[in-house]
T-cell receptor, first 110, second 113 residues
Framework: GEDVEQSLFLSVREGDSSVINCTYTDSSSTYLYWYKQEPGAGLQLLTY?????DMKQDQRLTVLLNKKDKHLSLRIADTQTGDSAIYFCAESISNNDMRFGAGTRLTVKP | DAGVIQSPRHEVTEMGQEVTLRCKPISGHDYLFWYRQTMMRGLELLIYFNNNVPIDDSGMPEDRFSAKMPNASFSTLKIQPSEPRDSAVYFCASSFSRTGELFFGEGSRLTVL
């Protein structure tokens, strides 16, 4: 498809792991990004992965990339209430463009 | 650096009025982007500039929307006349490159009655 696709909602309990999934469009994308948007704020880069990597870990965050399936995921371990936000997947496209998904709203219940 | 600065943070106006949104990008960034966010359509790229020159305005909804960047430190997005369907949060972002990390402002929430 032409769009970066994400599920719109995810709800987890505090302390559980969250997994946010994304499928992207361009198999030659160089970088793939995860942005976080907290209520009333702009998007902020959370992490990114270069396309020649399969996995990247940064403290509680793990990014997995499956290039064959054009699938990207973000795992948040030990999810906290402060992780409640909208998470956007984005890809850099070979024609010098950047494309965002619609965002996944993560709700963390105590 | 203070980050990307947008004003106003909130604007409520009546249909038919002119709306001007303002943005100050991060100093040294060559790219400036205007996005619109709604529940229905998500995040949409409206227009972006490189070195103050508009490069791609294909996302601008219609002729009622216009954007300018008279210098490296200032950009405006104007809607004239405004309509209720223009109600959204408008974000400005800046970057060193077209596909690198984008730095977003806090957004301007526009409500057109």
């Amino acid at each position: 498809g032409e769009d970066v696709e994400q599920s719109l909602f995810l709800s987890v309990r505090e302390g559980d792991s969250s997994v946010i999934n994304c499928t992207y469009t361009d198999s030659s994308s160089t970088y793939l990004y995860w942005y976080k948007q907290e209520p009333g704020a702009g998007l902020q880069l959370l992490t990114y992965i270069f396309s020649n990597m399969d996995m990247k870990q940064d403290q509680r965050l793990t990014v997995l990339l499956n290039k064959k399936d054009k699938h990207l995921s973000l795992r948040i371990a030990d999810t906290q209430t402060g992780d409640s936000a909208i998470y956007f997947c984005a890809e850099s496209i070979s024609n010098n463009d950047m494309r965002f998904g619609a965002g996944t709203r993560l709700t963390v219940k105590p | 650096d203070a980050g990307v600065i947008q004003s106003p943070r909130h604007e409520v106006t009546e249909m038919g009025q002119e709306v001007t949104l303002r943005c100050k990008p991060i100093s040294g960034h060559d790219y400036l982007f205007w996005y619109r966010q709604t529940m229905m359509r998500g995040l949409e790229l409206l227009i972006y500039f490189n070195n103050n020159v508009p490069i791609d305005d294909s996302g601008m909804p219609e002729d009622r929307f216009s954007a300018k960047m008279p210098n490296a430190s200032f950009s405006t997005l104007k809607i004239q006349p405004s309509e209720p369907r223009d109600s959204a949060v408008y974000f400005c972002a800046s970057s060193f490159s077209r596909t690198g990390e984008l730095f977003f402002g806090e957004g301007s929430r526009l409500t057109v009655l």
